[in-house]
């Protein structure tokens, strides 16, 4: 059975992002925060009334950006039930102070795929909308067919000026 586990692992880690970290970047291409192996650096800042868009880019154990290949799994024509247990989750966060919510694959079909290459990226996008002045945090999971493939080591800092 010990090659049956690993043959099973090893088909299950092509579709699983093995990720130690992550970074958000704002729509300029500049890193705001940063978590690699536990450690943090940045935070979201943004103004009530404000939104930020942020695109999530998951790293490896280098350090690197981690090129996706979700051709084979996070195809259109598997419906759209599949998006449903896939993608990013943000939870934690007290909506009195920030909103944070995951930009959906629908809303993505709808814009222009040629300005914006990061928007393109598979839906890995948060919006970030400033409500009132304070700090919250939210926790960040990257979900493949119901269960974390990664899960925030730490909460992610919002403030709101």
Do not use: K, W
């Amino acid at each position: 059975t010990g090659c049956e586990d690993d043959d099973h692992d090893h088909d299950h880690d092509e579709d699983h992002t093995d990720a130690d970290g992550f970074v958000l970047e704002d729509e300029s291409g500049t890193v705001v925060y940063r978590e690699f192996e536990g450690t943090m650096t940045g935070s979201v800042t943004l103004s009530v009334g404000e939104t930020l868009e942020l695109t999530v880019h998951f790293l490896d154990h280098n350090g690197n950006e981690i090129e996706h290949s979700d051709d084979e799994h996070d195809d259109h024509d598997d419906g759209d039930d599949h998006d449903d247990s896939d993608g990013l989750v943000v939870s934690g966060n007290d909506a009195t102070i920030a909103v944070v919510e995951v930009e959906g694959h629908d809303e993505e079909e709808g814009e222009d795929h040629g300005d914006d290459d990061h928007g393109d990226e598979h839906g890995n996008a948060l919006h970030v909308e400033g409500i009132s002045a304070g700090s919250t945090s939210f926790r960040l999971q990257l979900m493949h067919e119901g269960h974390a493939d990664y899960t925030s080591t730490n909460l992610v800092p919002v403030v709101v000026n």
